[in-house]
């Protein structure tokens, strides 16, 4: 996941697969600072003073909860599978594909492969994501690759492939 802090709740507005590949390559060009975090096309372990993340791994499941300041907004990494979410604490706005929507908490959500969110925090929120872990990996790097893609065309091919 990339990650921006923004004032502007606007600029979560539009969404496409193009307009985020176009995004994320400028951010990718940019330095990490302290509005403007990511991880050189992989996913984001750390985020200063913009988010935090904790992994829990239990038989059959990797859950990681991560929580969002205030003015904080995120482009996730692109789900490789299906998997539940809930927000704990909050409320986030959240556009997709799909369209846009707010949550407040407490909310539990699914997610189906292949999607790819921005979310934006109106107010401190806290987030749970749930995925199968069904080979109990247990380094990190193995289940971000198991569960995520960081480009479009990394996708595709996970989906020809599977």
């Known amino acids: 996941m990339s990650l921006i802090k923004s004032n502007q709740k606007k600029a979560i507005n539009v969404f496409s697969k193009k307009n985020i590949s176009e995004l994320l390559k400028k951010i990718y060009s940019s330095k990490s600072n302290e509005s403007l975090i990511h991880n050189g096309g992989k996913i984001c372990r ?31 990494g692109i789900h490789k599978r299906n998997h539940v979410w809930m927000l704990l604490q909050g409320s986030i706005k959240v556009s997709s594909e799909l369209g846009e929507e707010e949550y407040l908490a407490p909310w539990v ?32 790097d193995d289940l971000e690759e198991y569960n ?5 065309e990394e996708y595709e091919k996970y989906k020809k492939n599977n």
């Open 109 to 140: 959500g699914y997610s189906p492969a292949g999607t790819q969110r921005l979310i934006y925090a109106n107010e401190r929120s806290v987030f749970q994501n749930v995925f199968k872990n069904p080979k109990n990996l247990t380094y990190l």
């Open 46 to 76: 750390e985020g200063g003073d913009l988010f935090d993340l904790e992994h829990e791994i239990v038989d059959g499941l990797y859950l990681r909860r991560m929580s969002l300041n205030k003015g904080t907004g995120i482009i996730s």
């Open 148 to 152: 995520y893609c960081t480009t479009i």
